[in-house]
């Protein structure tokens, strides 16, 4: 089962993405990452940019590859609303993030993502699948 | 895991060196704080940056402390600038977030009939919340880089603000270190059209009243008096500072490899101060705190202009003044007192407030007999204080003080709180007008989310590292 929830944190907040593969938690984890920002607002995918990302582990490469969302949104404007991972080799991540152009009026912010941090970032494999919990700095 | 701790005295509790720690931990706080800390991981972080090479003194922590991302909030280390690391995780994202506050010669109850106006008009002319921004300041590449180089000082040759204004700003709004090149063209891309603007999360506006004086003299000296109107600005570099941390984490994390530096958390990642990578993330730290100086300075000049406008008053009438402007993170090169010898240490203070003392060279000197202001904010809903900066900070804490409330509540929990309040009529009941862009802001942000900054500020009092001076309690409020 692919999902994630909110983590708890005093002054921040957290993403814990299950999924049965790397992919699936990294998609997860972004859309955690947009509940956070969006909450549920709709938001069409009629758009869709290629990310490419280095780390030197699955945990630097989710720490860029969350990094790359909020980058494309704050300079390219870019609401996203869906993920696709095409492939992540140990230093890279290929992948494609879909959505449009950001409206305030149709797009609510819930709240301000300021950074992806490193703090306790961590990508597991569990019997069930695999598990990533990262921390959003707010 | 669980963090030994020991009580030294009222105020004071030590995390005994032991395991791979170079120091022992010190924390300012009362005995109530220490129960609630015991539940979360900011000891745990204490603790971590204690194991960073060429720590000097003990790792600290303010009575503000909660739990951070690598180093705690409220955390407090200085490093031997020849033996000791920089960490850009020590001075946060939001480089030089940090307050300003602003006397007038106005009182507040006089105004209070415009109050209502002045909200809506600051909440219209100060860009808050997420991507807005004043069409009317656009910077090209060649500008934003001038920014980076002179902070505040760009600000006032643009006709942001006085010459005057600079002498009040903590390193004279400008960190001359500052080298533009070092800083990535993400960087200037996500800063470009951020300038003039609040952001959101606990960043604030407010218009406030002098409630209450502690010290008449000080306060004199500071230009304050009772049920007098001020302002503060908080916010700090905007998501320019926030790509020049991630950049240089992204070195750093390269950086501890290849200077075999262990690191009990990756967020605590950092370089020899000097090696390359130290002194290359000092001057874009310096560029990303000069861009947070010309921020609050511009919007200082905005909050002029606003008042100008809503109560047909020129400058000389309103007399809007820089009391002082702090930055509360941020890393800087400094001379201590350590042991009898005079020692060049890297401080980093992570929601943390500098707090020099009466007769400080860096003292501005209209305050130089009374020591540094040192500006504390609180919750949106109760009061922020004024105080100023000792000799007791200098002998035991660098020269630091707390920052702020400190949060006790996680969003989720403070949302829980605000559950069918509703926050804007309650706060608008007790005379406190909230305009607010985000929706989650006002909930996440209600006072029960905070400590009562009169207990912070006690224990800095009564462990003499700050002196209080006045109470503020907030009118008007805006959020991103």
């Known amino acids: 089962m692919s999902g994630y929830r909110l983590l708890a944190h005093t002054a921040d907040m957290g993403i814990e993405a299950t999924g049965a593969s790397p992919q699936e938690v990294f998609v997860a984890a972004a859309r955690g990452l947009q509940a956070m920002m969006f909450s549920r607002a709709p938001i069409a995918a009629v758009r869709e940019v290629p990310v490419t990302v280095h780390g030197t582990d699955q945990a630097e490469l989710l720490v860029a590859w969350l990094g790359e969302i909020l980058y494309l949104f704050e300079v390219q404007q870019l609401a996203p609303s869906d993920y696709i991972i095409d492939d992540i080799r140990h230093d890279t991540l290929n992948g494609r993030v879909m959505g449009e152009a950001f409206d305030p009026d149709r797009h609510p912010i819930e709240r301000e993502v300021k950074a992806i941090t490193y703090h306790q970032v961590r990508v597991w494999k569990e019997k069930s699948g695999w598990r990533a919990r990262v921390y959003v700095d707010l | ?480």
């Open chain 2, 1 to 480: 895991m669980t963090v030994k701790i020991q009580q030294i005295d009222a105020y004071r509790w030590r995390i005994p060196r032991e395991g791979d720690m170079r120091t022992e931990g010190l924390i300012f706080a009362d005995g109530k704080m220490i129960a609630a800390l015991q539940k979360e991981q900011a000891l745990e972080q204490v603790r971590n940056v204690a194991t960073l090479p060429g720590i000097v003194g003990p790792s600290m922590a303010m009575p503000d402390i909660h739990w951070g991302y690598g180093f705690p909030i409220g955390g407090v280390a200085a490093f031997d600038a020849e033996a000791g690391i920089v960490s850009p995780g020590g001075v946060g994202y939001d480089i030089n977030c940090g307050v300003r506050l602003l006397r007038s010669a106005l009182v507040a109850a006089e105004i209070r009939p415009f109050m209502a106006q002045l909200a809506d008009t600051l909440f219209r002319n100060i860009p808050s919340g997420v991507g807005s921004e004043r069409r009317d300041l656009k910077l090209s590449l060649r500008e934003e880089r001038k920014v980076l180089e002179q902070g505040a000082a760009w600000a006032v040759a643009q006709g942001f603000g006085e010459k005057e204004d600079l002498h009040h700003i903590e390193a004279g709004g400008t960190l001359p270190e500052a080298d533009p090149e070092l800083i990535s063209d993400r960087a200037l891309e996500r800063g470009r059209a951020q300038l003039g603007t609040l952001g959101s999360g606990n960043h604030f506006l407010e218009v406030q009243e002098v409630e209450e004086i502690f010290d008449a003299d000080t306060a004199e000296t500071l230009g304050l008096f009772a049920g007098q109107l001020t302002l503060s600005i908080h916010t700090g570099s905007r998501g320019l500072g926030y790509q020049v941390c991630d950049d240089y984490l992204k070195r750093m994390l390269q950086a501890s490899r290849k200077y075999g530096i262990q690191l009990p958390d990756r967020q605590l990642c950092c370089a020899p101060l000097t090696s390359p990578e130290g002194r290359q993330y000092l001057a874009a730290m310096a560029g990303a705190a000069n861009y947070a100086f010309a921020n609050r300075q511009i919007i200082n000049a905005w909050i002029r202009e606003t008042f100008q406008q809503v109560l047909g008053l020129g400058p000389g009438d309103l007399r809007l003044a820089v009391i002082y402007d702090v930055c509360h993170n941020i890393a800087k090169l400094e001379t201590h007192l350590v042991a009898g010898r005079q020692r060049r240490l890297c401080v980093h203070r992570k929601g943390a407030t500098r707090a020099f003392p009466p007769g400080h060279p860096e003292t501005p000197e209209r305050y130089r007999s009374v020591g540094q202001p040192v500006l504390i904010p609180g919750d949106m809903g109760r009061y922020s204080y004024v105080l100023v900066g000792t000799q007791g900070a200098m002998t035991e804490t660098f020269g630091s003080c707390c920052h702020g409330a400190g949060r006790v509540l996680s969003r989720h929990a403070a949302k829980k709180v605000a559950r069918g309040h509703n926050i804007e009529a309650e706060l608008a009941a007790r005379g406190i007008l909230i305009r607010a862009a985000g929706r989650a802001t006002v909930a996440e942000e209600i006072s029960a989310a905070y400590k009562d900054v009169a207990d912070v500020v006690e224990v800095v009092e009564r462990s003499g590292i700050g002196r209080i001076v006045a109470r503020l309690r907030p009118l008007v409020v805006i959020k991103g």
